[in-house]
């Protein structure tokens, strides 16, 4: 199993909504990432969790929460979003960490719409 | 910070053509990633390269580490091959992949 999965594939939700993505993967990988991608743009670094722990937060605004609970499955709780915020969110896994030779594997996303 | 430039930003093509896209880059790195990410969808790995020349199917990857620059070809391109396609590294004290822009590829039957 190579595969990252992400639920939902899309989602639309309004400002006051509370939401949550989900990404799991099967492949022993010990980093998950969380990336940001607005259309045409490359995607943005958010979280990064290393071996079940928040290793890197990019400044990302607390409206966006990352859990990770075991070590296949990485959440993003989402709360009072901005239609700003509206982009495809993209997991990714990788057996180490960035920085290292370790390549990188992503899901398909979750279409994020807020209205 | 390492700058990632790849050319060309769009290319299109005819069924059959060989294609080639390039990758540079400014800082040393451990590792080049080739993505591709069809419209809307998720983003497939290609290759990891950190030296040499990688081949898989119809795709061949090749850096050169002294010059900072990859290319990636496609040999035989066919329309299910149209999809954006990114370079991205990673290297260092630097836990970031950094992206380039992408390359929109478009092959036509």
């Known amino acids: 199993d190579t595969e990252v999965t992400q639920t939902p594939k899309h989602l639309v939700m309004g400002m006051t909504n509370k939401k949550s993505l989900k990404c799991e993967q099967h492949m022993g990988h010990r980093a998950m990432y969380w990336y940001k991608q607005k259309a045409k743009k490359p995607p943005e670094l958010m979280f990064v969790?290393?071996?079940?722990?928040?290793?890197i937060n990019e400044s990302v605004p607390s409206r966006f929460s990352p859990e990770c609970p075991n070590s296949s499955l990485l959440n993003l709780h989402l709360h009072a979003l901005q239609p700003e915020d509206s982009a495809l969110y993209l997991c990714?896994?990788?057996?180490?960490?960035?920085?290292?030779?370790?390549?990188?594997?992503f899901g398909q996303g979750t279409r994020l719409t807020v209205v | 910070k390492n700058e990632v430039e790849q050319s060309p930003q769009n290319l299109t093509a005819q069924e059959g053509e060989f294609i080639t896209i390039n990758c540079s880059y400014s800082v040393g790195i451990s590792a080049l990633h080739w993505l591709q990410q069809h419209p809307g969808g998720g983003i497939v790995s290609l290759f990891m390269?950190?030296?040499g020349k990688k081949k898989h199917g119809r795709l061949i990857a090749t850096i050169n580490i002294q010059e900072k620059h990859s290319s990636l070809h496609i040999t035989a391109s066919h329309p299910r091959d149209s999809a954006v396609y990114i370079c991205a590294v990673s290297g260092g004290s630097n836990y970031k992949l950094t992206f380039g822009k992408g390359t929109l590829l478009t092959v036509n039957p």
């Open positions: 390269l950190s030296s």
């Open positions: 969790y290393s071996y079940e722990k928040l290793s």
């Open positions: 990714a896994s990788s057996l180490r960490r960035p920085g290292t030779n370790t390549e990188a594997f």
